[in-house]
């Protein structure tokens, strides 16, 4: 994949995902446009997981909730997969991606019916479709604490920043979207790493 160490006319190091995608950087302040609308996953956010989220009522969309789920261990993450994502908890967790909601469920191979039906009363959808949601919790997770690790993550978008990405061809996927490899956990693991390399091959 292309990687690139700019620097901006401030000084800037920057992390580019190549042929003119999205970038994160290590300047204070500087802000990746965010979608009219949107919610920056940063800080307090009003949105919840519904009461009957099982165990994922203690969860809060926001950047230390999804930083928490990237960070658990493997096994607290297979128990939270075995006992159940709600369908109402898996809208919460799909809306911080800045695309239709219906594109990321087909992406997913999860019905819209389906989730839309048991939303209603956030019934469970089944084990293999709330791991493939998470995985997109544990995405953003990854990126919110790779941007910690690189500099000041104040002001940084990173809804908007891992949205663009991944909706757009990457090199190193073989010109595919990130996005149409998060219907398996073998494709949510590539993307990981991929994302992952972006961060060693800037600030190694």
């Not at 908890?89 to 997913?108: E, F, H, M, S, T």
């Not at 398996?184 to 590539?190: I, K, N």
Request: a positive charge; charged letters at 20%.
């Amino acid at each position: 994949m292309a990687r690139a160490r700019t620097t901006s006319r401030a000084g800037t190091k920057a992390l580019s995902g190549g042929h003119g995608g999205p970038q994160f950087t290590r300047k204070m302040g500087k802000r990746v446009p965010a979608a009219k609308g949107a919610v920056t996953v940063r800080g307090k956010s009003k949105a919840r997981f519904a009461k009957g989220g099982r165990s994922f009522s203690w969860f809060k969309p926001t950047e230390e909730g999804f930083v928490t789920l990237y960070k658990a261990p493997v096994l607290t993450q297979v128990e939270w997969v075995k006992s159940g994502l709600g369908a109402r908890d898996a809208k919460v967790i799909l809306r911080q991606l800045r695309v239709p909601q219906g594109d990321a469920l087909n992406a997913l191979h999860i019905p819209v019916a389906t989730v839309n039906r048991k939303a209603r009363t956030n019934a469970p959808l089944s084990a293999a479709e709330g791991e493939r949601v998470l995985g997109f919790g544990r995405l953003l997770g990854q990126l919110q604490t790779m941007v910690r690790e690189s500099g000041n993550p104040e002001g940084f978008d990173a809804s908007a920043w891992l949205s663009a990405w991944m909706s757009a061809p990457v090199p190193a996927l073989g010109g595919a979207r990130p996005l149409d490899l998060m219907d398996t956990m073998t494709g949510q693991a590539l993307v990981s790493q991929v994302l992952a390399q972006m961060q060693s091959g800037a600030y190694a």
